[in-house]
Nanobody, 124 residues
Framework: QVQLVESGGGLVQAGGSLRLSCAAS????????MGWFRQAPGKERREFVA?????????NYADSVKGRLAISRDNAKNMAYLQMNSLKPQDTAIYYC????????????????WGQGTQVTVSS
């Protein structure tokens, strides 16, 4: 099991930037793939944003965020990050960090470990 705590959310104007952080603890967190998901207001399901494998050598992004958001990790610190640039009002959501053993996946049910989420609000 891996425990996850997100931070770094907030209110930002359109075109601005934020960096979300995810602190991992527990059993060998550096061996897990990490993902970022979001749930927009009024939406029932969480949406895949980005994922990174255990070494950081493989990443995957949703088409809607390619070129604007970047996922990274620092295994020495057991941290994962989501750098968010050129933010748009439609990026407004609760952002969740998730972890799974082995390879990266984009489907939320594939991730057994979740943080509590951090709110990102982008004003127009």
């Amino acid at each position: 099991q891996v425990q996850l705590v997100e931070s770094g959310g907030g209110l930002v104007q359109a075109g601005g930037s934020l960096r979300l952080s995810c602190a991992a603890s527990g059993r060998a967190p550096s061996s897990y793939a990490m993902g970022w998901f979001r749930q927009a207001p009024g939406k029932e399901r969480r949406e895949f944003v980005a994922a990174i494998n255990w070494s950081g050598g493989t990443t995957n992004y949703a088409d809607s965020v390619k070129g604007r958001l970047a996922i990274s990790r620092d295994n020495a610190k057991n941290m994962a990050y989501l750098q968010m640039n050129s933010l748009k009002p439609q990026d407004t959501a609760i952002y969740y960090c998730a972890a799974r053993p082995y390879n990266i996946e984009s489907a939320p049910p594939e991730y057994p470990n979740w943080g509590q989420g951090t709110q990102v609000t982008v004003s127009s």
